[in-house]
């Protein structure tokens, strides 16, 4: 089974500082998606980012990016510029992309997750 | 633009009642998916369904039951409520297995 894992329960980050959160997973697969998404204080949950993992290019998204570690089996997030509306829970997902399993792989895994406060 | 509505958004039960948490998508998204979220943790799957009629179970199915007779219909039903489920329920949506997940705005249960 896959586990994803969230080190940092709680960053904080200064108004247009740059910010990095961490995620770790564990699978025994090579085709796989992983995903940020962003919970703000309504619930909501936001995608903010997808990383295909067959892409070695790094995915971003305006002021999102990902440090994607295949080997290390790590995938961090970087918000540059952060602001104020940045502030939520943030969660790692994994996703099968197992085409022997579409009747099982359509899951993702979450982690933890880590909340990110933004200071003036 | 309504994508996945669920209701009620906030609820209370007592313990041993039963209860149905609606869910609805106007995507056309043959996958549906049922998670509970609680406090300090991640979501975990509760059940799914991969088109109408078709439903399976996820991480932790116990003490709740689905239907899909349409695509667009995803109801989780409680039966016998618990103070164990007291969470919040997300329903969420996607096109194909690896698609991105759409999810509703949340339902907030508590048991007493």
């Known amino acids: 089974a896959q586990t994803v894992t969230q080190s940092q329960p709680e960053m904080s980050v200064q108004e247009a500082e740059t910010v990095t959160l961490s995620c770790t997973y564990d699978?025994?697969?090579?085709?796989?998606?992983l995903f940020w998404y962003k919970q703000p204080p309504s619930r909501q949950m936001i995608l903010v980012i997808r990383q295909e993992a067959y892409k070695q290019q790094n995915a971003t998204e305006n002021r999102f990016s990902v440090n994607f570690q295949k080997a290390a089996k790590s995938f961090s997030l970087k918000i540059s510029d952060s602001q104020l509306g940045d502030a939520a829970m943030y969660f790692c997902a994994y996703r099968s992309a197992s085409v022997r399993n579409t009747g099982t792989a359509s899951k993702l895994t979450f982690g933890t997750g880590t909340r990110l406060q933004v200071t003036l | 633009n309504a994508g996945v509505t669920q209701t009620p958004k906030f609820r209370i039960l007592k313990i041993g009642q039963s209860m149905t948490l609606q869910c609805t998508q106007d995507?056309?998204?043959?996958?549906m998916y049922w998670y509970r979220q609680d406090p300090g943790m991640g979501l975990k799957l509760i059940y799914y369904s991969v088109g109408a009629g078709i439903t399976d179970k996820g991480e932790v199915p116990n003490g709740y039951n689905v239907s899909r007779s349409t695509t667009e219909d995803f109801p989780l039903r409680l039966e016998l409520a618990a103070p164990s489920q007291t969470s919040v329920y997300f329903c969420a949506s996607s096109t194909h297995y690896a698609g991105e997940l759409f999810f509703g705005e949340g339902s907030r249960l508590t048991v007493l």
């Open positions: 995507m056309n998204h043959n996958y």
């Open positions: 699978t025994s697969e090579s085709d796989y998606y």
